[in-house]
């Protein structure tokens, strides 16, 4: 059998062969989604994007012989190293061929660039962060992923514990249909007329005249509330504004709700309708018509995945989640949306995973970020 090469993708052709990697793996996996081509490439570095203004990548190809069979990106978070202290580097993006020895070749390169950066332990996967797609798939490969979740075959994680990687912390997604809706709402709705009227909130919709402006706001909400969350890191200046300014095509108005104290907005409920059924078709493809198919008649889009809700430390503890939750109910019967997903949902949320488990949610899919020390052991073996 041939020898495997890790290489850096420099030029057109194996920066290509890194991207279109996954087609080759998945061709025949009637679940998988592929990645909007257009962003995949800010993702991993080979495009200009405001998360590598200050944050670094390495991406490496796997080859044996002249077939590419693996890829993977080691990416130097500064805003998680600044914030935590700890020595952690990541790894992203990677695709594999089930091969133990492709699989060590690429973490070892990665953990390698890392070590050599003065990392001390490699987490993954992320995408390239924790505002990104996160996390491998450990169970739930029954159907496909929603919009901005990940995908990956079931072998991948016998690949990565068999590197030595052990588990940081699990991720869930829940699901839920139309048909539980009215009985949830039913359930909680006098407790949300109680907490309304004892805080004085007042709920509103996105404004559509100022919808950067508000977009702007809700994501600021968004940093702000997950400060206490682990592994986060705020989105910088410019990484908010990008995303703001995609956001906009995405977002459906009625289905974004911001919750004000005082005429200062203190929490905010994110929903996405599910777009990769369409992404699919058009095989990731934004251009030249692929963008009019993604967005035109969102309406006829039945499923919706519920990214956060979220509010402001210092109003936590108030009951305003629910609140923004239970007002979502009657827009989402009025856009006719038929099932929804919930994520993700840390296993250590106590109380959103409480929260969810009570309302009726199930758990359909269970993600997990891996961590394993660059130590001195380890080290002689890259």
């Known amino acids: 059998m041939e020898e495997i090469k890790i290489i850096e993708p420099k030029g057109f052709w194996k920066r290509r062969a890194f991207l279109n990697l996954p087609w080759k793996l998945y061709k025949d996996d009637p679940y998988w989604i592929p990645a909007i081509r257009m962003d995949e490439k800010e993702l991993v570095g080979f495009k200009k994007t405001p998360f590598y203004e200050r944050n670094r990548v390495q991406t490496f190809l796997a080859q044996r012989g002249k077939e590419v069979v693996g890829r993977i990106a080691a990416i130097y978070n500064v805003g998680h190293l600044e914030r935590y202290n700890d020595g952690v580097g990541f790894f992203g993006f990677f695709e594999c061929v089930d091969d133990q ?22 987490r993954g996967p992320m995408n390239p962060s924790m505002n990104h797609t996160v996390g491998l798939l450990i169970d739930g490969f029954d159907s496909s992923p929603y919009f901005m979740m990940t995908y990956n075959p079931r072998y991948y994680e016998k690949l990565v514990e068999g590197w030595g990687f052990k588990k940081a912390q699990d991720m869930f997604a829940f699901w839920g249909s139309i048909d539980m809706l009215p009985s949830v709402r039913d359930n909680y709705l006098d407790k949300c007329e109680r907490i309304r009227e004892r805080t004085g909130v007042v709920l509103r919709k996105v404004d559509v005249k100022h919808f950067q402006r508000d977009v702007e706001q809700f994501l600021t909400i968004y940093n702000r509330s997950l400060s206490n969350t682990w592994g986060f890191v705020p989105y910088s200046d410019a990484e908010l504004k990008a995303l703001a300014f995609g956001l906009k095509f995405l977002m459906v108005p009625e289905l974004v709700i911001g919750v004000e104290l005082d005429g200062e907005l203190i929490g905010a409920a994110f929903c ?13 493809r934004l251009f030249p018509f692929g963008f009019i198919k993604l967005l035109r008649r969102k309406d006829k889009i039945k499923r919706m995945r519920i990214l956060s809700t979220n509010v402001l430390p210092e109003y936590q503890m108030l009951g305003l989640g629910l609140v923004l939750v239970n007002e979502l109910v009657p827009k989402t019967l009025e856009w006719g949306i038929q099932e929804a997903e919930f994520s993700w949902v840390l296993e250590s949320n106590q109380f959103s ?14 993600y997990r970020v891996y961590d394993r020390a660059i130590d001195k052991a380890a080290a002689e073996q890259l």
């Open 101 to 122: 020895a492709v699989a060590n070749a690429l973490f070892d390169a990665a953990a390698a660039w890392l070590k050599a950066k003065g990392c001390t332990t490699i």
């Open 272 to 284: 996405l309708p599910d777009y990769n059924p369409r992404i699919r078709a058009i095989k990731g």
């Open 353 to 366: 995973r409480g929260a969810l488990e009570r309302g009726g949610a199930k758990r359909s899919k269970t």
